[in-house]
């Protein structure tokens, strides 16, 4: 695939998209952050797991 292929087809997908609404946008956010935040806390209950279970000191 060459570059002005990719190009044309890069051209067609930008004719094709539209900006999202308010509401559209907005759930979009929110989607974002829960899942953000939902491996932060992830992250957070297996760090404090491996502290609890393996000593720093030892």
Do not use: C, D, N, Y
């Amino acid at each position: 695939m060459g570059i002005k292929s990719w190009l044309q087809q890069a051209a067609r997908t930008l004719k094709l998209a539209v900006k999202p609404g308010r509401e559209e946008l907005w759930l979009s956010i929110k989607i974002s952050l829960l899942g953000i935040g939902a491996v932060g806390l992830i992250g957070f209950v297996i760090k404090l797991i491996a502290s609890v279970l393996v000593p720093s000191g030892a």
